[in-house]
């Protein structure tokens, strides 16, 4: 490999909607301004509208784009419904995070 050729790394930071991801974003990008770092965060369809509010307010804080990210199901139902219904009505939960793995991740 011609040292030129060298693979560009691509610096992603998920936005859950929470504290610590936001925290996360906040310190990244005011320790480390010059990193080229792409945010992202994943809609469940289920999400409330305190989360957007604080997608958009957390743009604003750092001057980047949060990119939505969306689930890629052939169905009716938003996504989140989707995969309750395909786990018999299980919720998520600490023990069973589903939701994490099939909609976040």
């Known amino acids: 490999m011609i040292a030129n050729d060298v693979a560009k790394v691509r610096h992603l930071l998920g ?3 929470g504290k ?7 310190y990244m990008k005011s320790l480390y301004p010059s990193i080229d770092l792409e945010f992202y965060t994943c809609d469940t369809g289920k999400e409330l509208d305190e989360t957007y509010l604080l997608i958009m307010r957390l743009e604003s804080k750092i001057g980047v784009k949060i ?3 969306y689930p890629n199901i052939i169905s009716d139902n938003n996504p989140f419904d989707f995969y309750n219904s395909l786990y018999g009505g299980y919720l998520p939960s600490a023990n069973a995070r589903w ?3 099939k909609l976040k991740i």
Request: glycine fraction near 6%.
């Open 15 to 17: 936005i859950s909607g």
């Open 20 to 26: 610590d991801s936001t925290a996360l974003a906040i």
């Open 67 to 69: 990119n939505k990210l």
């Open 99 to 101: 939701c994490t793995k």
